[in-house]
């Protein structure tokens, strides 16, 4: 095993209780949604509840309420990958996962164990990244395997095309991949874990309610695209079955810049003492 | 085996470092000696290339430990602070895992557990359960345990008992006998006399001496008690380097700077009674470069550490 695979294996391991029990919670907070929304008389009973749903909560899937109604149960069941509490409890995991891996070592000087021998910083932040990515994926797979699950439970589950939870997972994976490359970048420059996650988090809170408040007022508009909620459409992905490319594009390169970036500061900074 | 030239560090407007030239030979054990806030952790971490050097360099075997640190610690062995390891991981794994990331086979970790008495029955346990004294074993193994051909220590018997720390010396002992180097800093200037064969000396992030421990400790002064059969003669405070310190009837003590023959001529034309001279500890060396309280950090106090140095190199106790 290379020092990379050692370190991104150490990294999950110590994580490993807190991750597993925030997926566990991802899982069953997807799986509730089939029930819910069977709960309401399935497509049909959806629509009245749909047109019932105030504005400020409609503002949350960030689409239409008519295309919301017009889509139906894929619609309602990708309210679920829009939800505060889904994005809150992936982003937990997530940030708390990358800012203890790194500024929390540095903080800790566990870090040191790896940086006293023959590992250059590079390899030592290689790591970092691997357990972020591994993560991400984890948490992109665990909402659409616990929405699928939910769906067995239910008569529902022919109602569904089961192909599009692929780009919906894609599309909450390149989310993730945004979010932890701007926390490796946080992470990097930060003394401390709790520096480290309330950078990510503010940058995090700050997205989410520019793209929030601009569905509701006209006004906001021109701010949204400066939002990473702006490029997560998991309607269009759970409806349609599309991934458009410039939400593609503009996660990934996000989530890139914040990955070398954070290389970039991570091999020059001093180690906090 | 280590170079410094130059080598310095600063904190925004503290200059934790300043202008350090250090060359460490191999196959010795090299004391790195200084109060809290002298500048050797800073110096230690420019060694490992944890922090940037703000000027000059610093090289480990020819490697730049900044630029070329993965080389510079190809064969170093750190002792890491005791809180750094995993709590999570038992003290085996711990071991097992630095071992894997040295890339090199763990050769001397029977026999570091065995001098350190680190049984089988605590490295089963979790880390995070153990005494700061186990966490410094663990992590002298975790040092050494790879047979590195330089060895950093910062404080490496912090937290141990007097026995194993003696076990811990003849380790040192041992090692260098084998050709390995040893760079350790320490509070126990004991252990420092005990072990070390050079020390370096800074205050204020300077280098203000730099030589043998037997050098060092000689150039200091010593004291001399002396009881003569019939009054003490009163040209003894015309002898070079002495000065007299006390005198009760017979018996006068005495403070003899530097050289002591002077004083043993002055004598041999006197009937004495009894006399005893006795040699200068490290820790007096210290004192005299500590002792007269100026402030240590930044380099304000390494400027007058420097001033200070000419009077304490010369041998005067302040």
């Known amino acids: 095993m290379t020092a990379v695979a050692l370190m991104t294996a ?27 929304a069977q709960s309401l008389g399935g497509p049909e009973g959806l629509e009245p509840f749909l047109r019932a749903l105030p504005p400020a909560f409609r503002a949350i899937a960030q689409v239409a309420p008519d295309n919301i109604v017009r889509a ?20 937990v995991a997530l940030i708390g996962f990358v800012a203890r891996a790194l500024a929390g070592e540095m903080e800790r000087g566990t870090i040191q164990l790896a940086l006293a021998r023959p590992i250059s910083r590079s390899r030592v932040y290689a790591a970092r990244v691997c357990g972020m990515v591994l993560v991400a994926l984890a948490l992109a797979a665990a909402g659409p395997l616990g929405m699928i699950a939910g769906l067995g439970f239910t008569e529902l589950r022919d109602v569904i095309v089961y192909d599009r939870f692929v780009p919906t997972a894609t599309a909450g994976l390149l989310l993730f991949w945004a979010i932890g490359g701007l926390t490796l970048l946080g992470a990097a420059a930060a003394d401390t874990t709790g520096r480290a996650i309330a950078f990510a988090t503010g940058v995090l809170v700050i997205s989410y309610f520019v793209d929030y408040f601009a569905e509701l007022w006209d006004v906001l508009e021109p701010v949204a695209p400066f939002s990473l909620f702006a490029y997560y459409d998991p309607f269009l992905a759970l409806t349609r079955g599309e991934l458009p490319v410039q939400n593609v594009l503009t996660l990934l390169l996000v989530g890139l810049a914040g990955t070398l970036g954070g290389l970039v500061v991570f091999a020059r900074r001093d180690l906090p003492s | 085996m280590i170079q410094a030239r130059g080598l310095s560090k600063r904190y925004g ?46 090289a480990i075997l020819g490697h730049d430990t900044w630029r070329d640190g993965v080389n510079a610690r190809r064969d170093l062995g750190y002792l890491v602070p005791p809180d ?93 006998d084998r050709g390995r180097t040893i760079f350790m800093s320490s509070h126990d200037l004991a252990e420092v006399e005990r072990t070390c064969e050079r020390v370096a000396v800074v205050r204020g992030g300077r280098l203000i001496a730099e030589e043998t421990v037997a050098g060092l400790t000689r150039r200091n002064r010593r004291i001399a008690r002396v009881v003569f059969a019939a009054d003490p003669p009163p040209d003894l405070v015309l002898v070079p380097h002495v000065a007299v310190v006390e005198h009760v009837g017979r018996r ?32 007096d060396v210290f004192l005299a470069f500590y002792g007269d309280g100026a402030a240590e950090d930044g380099a304000d106090g390494g400027a007058a550490a420097v001033a200070a140095n000419g009077r304490a190199g010369a041998g005067s106790r302040r």
């Open chain 1, 72 to 91: 139906g149960l894929a619609g309602y069941l990708a309210l679920g990958f829009t939800h505060p509490l889904y994005l809150t409890l992936a982003s």
């Open chain 2, 84 to 176: 750094a390891f995993y709590p999570d991981m038992t003290g085996h794994a711990q071991l097992d895992y630095l071992a894997r990331l040295s890339g090199k086979p763990p050769a001397l970790r029977a026999a570091m557990l065995d001098a350190l008495e680190l049984g089988d029955d605590a490295l089963g346990r979790r880390i995070g359960a153990y005494s700061k004294g186990m966490k410094q074993k663990l992590a002298l193994v975790a040092a050494f345990q790879h047979d590195p051909a330089l060895l950093i220590l910062d404080e490496p018997t912090d937290g141990l008992d007097p026995l194993i720390q003696r076990a811990f010396e003849d380790i040192l002992r041992e090692l260098r």
């Open chain 1, 10 to 36: 150490r990294l999950l391991r110590r994580a490993w209780a807190g991750l597993v029990a925030l997926l566990v919670l991802v899982v069953l907070f997807e799986l509730v949604n089939p029930l819910v």
């Open chain 2, 252 to 283: 006068v003590e005495l403070a003899v700077e530097r050289d002591v023959n002077p004083l043993l001529r002055f004598l041999a034309q006197h009937e004495v009674a009894e006399l005893s001279l006795s040699p200068p500890s490290l820790e």
């Open chain 2, 13 to 58: 407007e503290v200059l934790a470092l300043a202008d350090l030239d250090l060359d460490v030979p191999a196959g010795i054990v090299y004391g790195f000696l200084g109060p809290n806030g002298a500048g050797k952790t800073t110096a230690i971490r420019c060694l490992l290339g944890f922090v940037k050097p703000s000027a000059g360099s610093a």
